[in-house]
């Protein structure tokens, strides 16, 4: 009686090791994780390994099923963009140049309506002065930027691996504010704020919703840079 009593006493307290190291390491790299991705984005960010046991995977360096959500205030200068990540066959291999790779990448942008008129008045000067608010048009895929002097319809598209909002209608504005000289100031505009992401992220896809715009993003078989080449990864 006494052997098999301490025989569990043993397994119990090798169980709750086991289960205090998985909680701790999760939680540590839930926050180093975290830590790398509210860099990129700058904003807050929260990270869920999936339910395959942590240690494990630290083990081997092999990683899967990682979700991400960033708070929604903003992407770089962006504001009032998500990001809703989901990471997969995450490999680390310290390589001098290289962290490791990430098989799979896949991220859910939604950008609101608000948050696009927020950003074209603190980025566009020229153009920004005029837009007073922003309307979403998903029946015909447009956004359109209102005016005191008139609109600026534009049609989100994917180019060159990021998001543009192509001019397809000036009314009002026309007479003293050329197309010529709106769709340059939002390429500059939106190249700055979608494009040039780490890891060969690219904008796949993009629509107009009623609340503003949802794009899909993604990547497949990046490599991580070295905290030298990327301050954002050299805590991973």
Known sequence: MSIALVLVIVVALVAAGVIGAELYARGRADDVVAKAVSCVVQDSAKVSFGASPFLLQHITGHYGNISISTAGNQIRDAKGMKAD?????????????????????????????????????????????????????????????????GDIITKPQVVDGGISLQVQQLTGLGFTLPREAVQPALDAFSSQLTKNYPLGIHADSVTVTDSGVTAKFSTRNATMPAGQQDPCFAGI
């Open 85 to 149: 990540i989901k990471i997969d066959n995450v490999r680390l291999e310290d390589k001098g140049n290289t962290k490791g790779t990430i098989g799979a990448l896949d991220a859910t942008i939604t950008w609101t309506a608000e948050g696009i008129k927020e950003t074209i008045q603190n980025a566009i000067p020229l153009v920004g002065s005029f837009v007073t608010s922003v309307s979403a048009n998903p029946s015909d895929g447009t956004i359109e930027l209102n005016a005191a002097l």
